[in-house]
């Protein structure tokens, strides 16, 4: 089971192995590979296991009032997409993420990537048809909860 903040549900769409930190960009990876292949998602509050390396530097960027308001936004903007994320546990199978990088794309989700700093490379990344990401490259119901 992954522990996911919502607003990494959109980072997750848009990764192509850029990060803070090696070790952060490694964990994603992991991550991402892991949800594309079919784990569950536990949605919570707070830091997760995208934030642990950084977390584990002393690093508090992922504590701060700025990364939760992204959280609130992102629940909010994908409870009213329509997209049926509600689903407990949650898996994103290839359908739906297909459906969150179609919304992704249109901007229709996008409300928590106000002022973030990846902003731009997520824009191109999923201008881009979302190539060179991990997510979904591996088949789906490799990996268990
Ligand atoms: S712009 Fe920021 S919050 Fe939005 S998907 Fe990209 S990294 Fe995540």
Excluded: K
């Amino acid at each position: 089971m992954v522990r996911l903040r919502p607003h990494h549900l959109l980072c997750l769409l848009t990764f192509v192995g850029e990060g803070y930190t090696p070790e952060f960009v490694a964990n994603f990876d992991a991550i991402v590979r892991r949800i594309g292949a079919g784990e569950a998602i536990e949605l919570i509050d707070g830091r997760d296991d995208v934030c642990a390396p950084l977390d584990a530097t002393g690093d508090d960027h992922c504590a701060s009032a700025s990364v939760s308001r992204r959280d609130r936004a992102a629940l909010l903007a994908l409870a009213e997409s329509g997209l049926a994320l509600d689903a407990r546990p949650l898996r994103l199978e290839r359908e739906r993420v297909a459906a969150l990088r179609d919304a992704f794309a249109a901007g229709t989700i996008r409300a928590a990537c106000r002022g973030c700093s990846w902003a731009d490379l997520c824009t191109s990344v999923a201008a881009g048809g979302y190539r060179g990401s991990p997510l979904g490259a591996a088949p789906q119901g490799t990996t268990g909860v």
